[in-house]
């Protein structure tokens, strides 16, 4: 079994920059892609940002391409989404999961485990 666990949200201003940390229990961490999606009140699920299990690629929403940055530490068994430039309209709730593959994944469906998830408050 695996557990994420995320952590580092909060309530923040518009353009400021936080750090969401996702920790994995368990040895099945370093093999396997991961992903950050984001729930809004009222709208669906949707993908993040992606990145491959050794880090070597990552793959970014549209939204947020060049101002969120993901990495991971598999030593620690911690991925990491950096966010700057924080908007209200990314205002939500923070999911890291885990991929069934090694390499980059951007559906819902093409992740097993999920953490609890984190809120990410941006006020204009």
């Known amino acids: 079994q695996v557990q994420l666990v995320e952590s580092g949200g909060g309530l923040v201003q518009a353009g400021d920059s936080l750090r969401l940390s996702c920790a994995a229990s368990g040895r099945t961490f370093s093999g396997y892609g991961m992903g950050w999606f984001r729930q809004a009140p009222g709208k669906e699920r949707e993908f993040v940002a992606a990145i491959t299990w050794s880090g070597g690629r990552a793959k970014y929403a549209d939204s947020v391409n060049g101002r969120f940055t993901i990495s991971r530490d598999n030593a620690k068994n911690t991925m990491y989404l950096q966010m700057n430039r924080l908007k209200p309209e990314d205002t939500a709730v923070y999911y890291c999961?885990?991929?069934?593959?090694?390499?980059?994944?951007?559906?819902?469906?093409?992740?097993?485990?999920w953490g609890q998830g984190t809120q990410v408050t941006v006020s204009s």
């Open positions: 999961a885990r991929a069934k593959t090694s390499w980059i994944s951007v559906s819902l469906s093409d992740f097993d485990y």
